[in-house]
């Protein structure tokens, strides 16, 4: 007989991909902590361990994994404008369950450090009025992102198989960041 495997210790991160998975699978309104512990092989009680504020806390905790990104300042303001936009697009995109939480929860913990880090970025490299630039940057991805989820197929529950990445909105991304940036520098 084969030996049995330890269990899996339980942990934030774990608790938070599981979660992931089950918002990207089936959607922001089958994640409950039942279903989530069922995902984890524990008691949903077990969460609450990590999570003492429960389901809100998750949500939190969601909107924060997909909103807290990081990049390395480029040669330009420019290029580090991008880097960001881009970064955020890409972060969101991979869990489009979670981007209803991205849109609406205010920035939280290490979203809000990731918004101080765009802006300083961005002001040391000579962008003026960094702070602002920073809020425009946000509104056009979040917004670029929410069509292109929109028009994948994701949430229809007609569709059987949805489209995941798009060289058109590839494009149509590319094309509004080289605007949004243009527009920045007036």
Known sequence: MPAKRPPVPLSRERIIDAALHIADSQGLRRLTMRRLGDALEVEAMAIY???????????DALAEHVTAVRVEAGSSWQETAKAWCRAGREALRDHPGVLALALTK???GATTVSIRDQTEQLADAGLPAAADAV????AFVFGSVAVEVQQSGWADPEVDTWTRRDERADADFERGLDALIKGLQI
Do not use: I, N, S, V
């Open 49 to 59: 361990h990590h999570l003492p504020r429960g389901k809100d806390a998750l949500m």
């Open 106 to 108: 205010p920035p939280k």
């Open 135 to 138: 809020r425009t940057m946000r």
